[in-house]
């Protein structure tokens, strides 16, 4: 059974930061492409970063960039987003998804991601 189990949400000042790490069990996580997406209230859920199999690719929307950073750690089946300089706009549930084609992909597509986890509340104040 496979389980993606987020931590580190929480409340924050704008300006502070906060570091998300997301728990993979049940997998081959190296064998799986990591993603972050996140859902603020009455919106459609987002891309925010996503990172390939050995962690040589990374991804991110323009929004992020430069604030965010995902990491991952194959030996330990985590995978991280440290987020730095919060905005009151990044305030949302932040889930983690996995996608295991072999195949190419498309980092943001929620669609293509197979295992999603729980979701972390983030809010951030001005």
């Known amino acids: 059974q496979v389980q993606l189990v987020e931590s580190g949400g929480g409340l924050v000042q704008a300006g502070g930061s906060l570091r998300l790490s997301c728990a993979a069990s049940?997998?081959?996580?190296?064998?799986?492409?990591m993603g972050w997406f996140r859902q603020a209230p009455g919106k459609a859920r987002e891309f925010v970063a996503a990172?390939?199999?050995?962690?040589?690719?990374?991804y991110y929307v323009g929004s992020v960039k430069g604030r965010f950073t995902i990491s991952r750690d194959n030996a330990k089946n985590t995978v991280s987003l440290q987020m730095n300089s919060l905005k009151p706009e990044d305030t949302a549930v932040y889930y983690c998804a996995a996608e295991g084609s072999p195949s190419s992909w498309t980092p943001s597509s929620a669609y293509e991601y197979d295992y999603w986890g729980q979701g972390t509340q983030v809010t951030v104040s001005s």
């Open positions: 990172i390939s199999w050995r962690a040589d690719s990374t």
């Open positions: 049940g997998l081959t996580f190296s064998r799986y492409r």
